[in-house]
Every structure is written in C-alpha cells, then in structure tokens.
C-alpha cells in the first residue's frame, strides 16, 4: 500500500488548511492508500484543547475527531514547533492522539512516503 | 531519490523548509515564484551536497529575467514532466 503525507503549515485559524488536509487524507481510504498527517510551524496551533477557528467563522477542527477514531489515522507535530507556541503535552487535544517527530528526523520521514503534499 | 517541487518565492518560509528535506541524489525544481531562488548566489549552500536543482526556464524567462542570471541549469516543461514520470517520490 502506497503512503501518502499530507503536511500542513499554515495557521488553523483564518485558512481551510488542515481541514483541507484531512479531508483529502480521509479520501485517500477510498483509494487504498494510507494517509499521515503532519502539522509543522503554524499549523500546531491546532493541537491545543482551547484551539477553536470556529470563534471566527472557521470550520471547527473538531469534525475530524470521529474520522480519526474510525480510520485510526496518525497525527504528528514537530516537537520544536510545539515547544517554540509552549504547547505542553497536557494542553494537547486527546483526539489527535499525536505523535512528535524532531525536526532532524524530518528529512528521512518525509522521505518514507510516496507522496508528499503541503498545505 | 525524490523530486521535490519549490513553487514559492524564498521570502515563503515553506520553500526554506522544502530545501532543507531534500538529500544527495534528490532533484529540487524551481517553479512558479520559486524561479526566484535560481538568482540567488548561494543558492547550493542551502540545499545538502549532491542535490541536484533545476529552474523552469518559461516561469523564470516570464518574470523578466535574463537566462544568464540563472545561477542553475534549466528545465523545460518536457524535461519537467519526464522528471515526474521517472522520480517516484514527489514532495510538493
């Protein structure tokens, strides 16, 4: 099966983008291939319990949630990105049940996907 | 061994962070804004040893600039579209 890395980068709030990213991974089941996600500098806003674009008019981040549990899909954030907003481990939202990488390890990850798309 | 694809202008943070992926034996090709970085002077500093980088030749002419500025090689649109059909892995 091939494997297909949605990366996003920008910000949750005031841009589509991570929904966007998941809602293109969540088709990629439909297609046999298997789908990761995986939030660098902005975009690990999204993480954070409190984080709700919906206060603006963004569709929230929670429709994900159900899909999540359901396709069982994995979720990564760069560590020095988390570190860089204080995101502590117990301020992060359980539904991602996130997993960090360190950006040394970034290169060699990304490069163990077919594809590779950002958003 | 990927294709990695840079269609941003370097003041983009996601084209730093592109370049910075790429390993030896890659191949970085500059489209869109990328074209952008091929003026650059240092521009193989910022990229691994044995990254090799290209710049579409019609997006770098179509912004106005003189072939010879290019500090890289060029790439058609059929040479960029074989590189796609030939590189498996494709990070864009």
């Known amino acids: 099966m091939k494997k297909v890395l949605f990366a996003v980068y920008n910000s949750p709030v005031g841009s589509i983008w991570i929904n966007e990213a998941f809602r293109s991974a969540f088709g990629m089941y439909g297609e046999d291939l298997e789908p990761v996600v995986l939030f660098v500098n902005e975009a690990v806003l999204a993480v954070r319990k409190q984080c709700k674009p919906e206060i603006i008019g963004c569709l929230p981040l929670s429709i994900t949630f159900k899909y999540l549990e359901k396709y069982n899909t994995q979720v990564y954030a760069v560590k020095e990105?988390?570190?860089?907003?204080?995101?502590?481990?117990?301020?992060?939202?359980?539904?991602?049940?996130?997993?960090?990488?360190?950006?040394?390890?970034l290169p060699e990850f990304v490069h163990s996907f077919d594809k590779v798309v950002f958003f | 061994m990927a294709l990695i694809i840079v269609k941003k202008s370097p003041a983009d943070k996601l084209s730093e962070f592109l370049l910075k992926l790429a390993l030896p034996q890659d191949k970085v090709i500059f489209i869109q804004d990328g074209v952008i970085f091929?003026?650059?002077?240092?521009?193989?500093?910022?990229?691994?040893?044995?990254?090799?980088?290209?710049?579409?030749?019609?997006?770098?002419?179509?912004?106005?600039?003189?072939?010879?500025?290019?500090?890289?090689?060029?790439?058609?649109?059929e040479g960029w579209a074989d590189l796609i059909e030939r590189d498996e892995k494709i990070i864009s």
Not at chain 1, 81 to 105: A, F, G, Q, R, V
Not at chain 2, 49 to 73: H, M, N, T, Y
């Open chain 1, 81 to 105: 990105d988390l570190e860089k907003y204080s995101i502590k481990e117990n301020e992060i939202e359980p539904h991602w049940n996130l997993k960090t990488i360190i950006k040394e390890e």
């Open chain 2, 38 to 77: 091929a003026i650059e002077k240092n521009l193989k500093g910022l990229v691994k040893e044995g990254v090799e980088l290209f710049a579409l030749k019609e997006d770098f002419i179509a912004r106005g600039f003189e072939e010879s500025e290019s500090q890289i090689p060029f790439i058609d649109y």
